[in-house]
């Protein structure tokens, strides 16, 4: 587990002036991970890290061998064109290069000039999904929303006796996982109308979104090889924003006895940088569970946990549709939540993962599941927000939605803050529905 160190003192400033300018995302006490190139080249995609309005080209950087020993070998690694090798280093050397760029970024650093020559402004980037990801898992560990979307799937029996006892997950496609800003067509699939005899194929009616968040793998450990609570956070490089696309009618139908298929797999978002779990500590929470829960499993189960396995983590989701775009109106929030409200954690679900001895590797991606907080409004899905569709939300314009239509863009944002310490944020995880081919 990170523990706080210089990096992490609220009195640190750095020459790149826009890292401190009230509100932003990435001061120097942050320092999160992209993949990226200048828009419109074709030039090779490589590592970066957010300060203020500028991303730090580790490719540049690395040539100039500005730093040393591990901190120039995880300056080296994140200069290809995703970020598998640097995640596979662990976090000694993760830490290491936070530590070596946190110094060179401070008002006065000795390595100004040489880093001014490798920033490149944020609004003239395109980024890319930040890893090679070989197998993505999507979990299930918000309590309230299994709670709630069990009551609309099987409303005799919404939460299931596993669900105290087991992080919930199933393996999720990969291959559709693209970074913020990607818009994708309304997918097609079965679905069974109520009072239906025969399924149809046509497009989904009831598209959703799943308010998570990405958690990156970084080492990984052997096949046959389980990992302990103690060890766990080690092997994680750092968390991102994701939403996870759902549709629901399609899902409906699919889902027994094997769980999601079609309805997930047309396409997941994710946001392009990924904080440290380094630079999240200052944020973390403890770990508890509701009075009359069963207490984990001793596997799943440690002080560390106990007293700070939570992450006490803003996130928020807007709405744009296409009237609201054409009338020059901005997004509107729809949902607060905070990831504290989940009931396993990032820990328990790396050693849940491998109890069994399945093998994770380096860029292999978690979704922690659909965020829900305790009461409605904290939502993360629609289909619980408008309780199955029954009850449409009314926006600001007086559109109405139950579920997406065709044009709107979904954008979640999330953001750390506690007294004493430097508010730091996760950008931004943009999609956008496209009509259905
Ligand atoms: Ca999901």
Known sequence: MSTLNETHDPALQS????????????PIQNLPFAAFRRQGSDEAFRGGVAIGDQVIDLAALATQDLFSGLAQAACEAGAQGKLNALMALGPTAWSALRLALSRALRIGATQQAALTTCL?????????????????TDFYTS?????????LFRPDNPLLPNYKWVPIGYHGRASS??????????????TMAPGATVPMLGPCKRLDIELE????????????????????EAHVFGVCLLNDWSA???????????????????????????????????????FTRPHGDPQPLPYLDSAANREQGAFDLELEVLLQTNKMRAAGLP?????????????????????HHTVNGCNLQPGDLFGSG???????????????????????VTLANGETRTFLEDGDTIIIKGRCEKSGFAKIGFGECVGTLLPAS
């Not at 609004?123 to 070989?134: D, F, K, N, R």
């Not at 659909?370 to 449409?392: C, F, N, R, W, Y």
């Open 120 to 136: 490149v402004p944020q609004t003239e980037i395109q980024y890319t999904v930040p890893a090679h990801i070989g197998d993505y």
């Open 248 to 286: 629901r009618d399609i899902q409906a139908w699919e889902y027994q006895p094997l769980g999601p298929f079609l309805s997930k797999s047309f396409a997941t978002t994710i946001s392009p940088w990924v904080v440290t779990l380094e630079a999240l500590a200052p944020y973390r929470a403890g």
């Open 177 to 190: 996982i693209r970074v913020s800003g990607q818009a994708f067509k309304r997918p097609n699939g079965q």
């Open 143 to 151: 309590v309230h929303h299994a709670t709630n979307i069990g009551k």
């Open 15 to 26: 020459w790149v002036t826009s890292a401190h300018v009230n509100g932003t995302d990435f």
């Open 213 to 232: 968040l990405g958690i990156f793998i970084g080492t990984g450990n052997t096949l046959g090889d389980a990992i302990a609570m103690t060890d766990a």
């Open 370 to 392: 659909t965020l829900s907080g305790p009461t409605l409004d904290q939502a993360g899905a629609l289909i619980e927000m408008t309780q199955g569709g029954k009850l449409p």
């Open 331 to 351: 997004a509107q929030k729809l949902v607060q939540t905070n990831y504290r409200h989940a009931y396993w954690t990032i820990a328990q679900m790396v050693a």
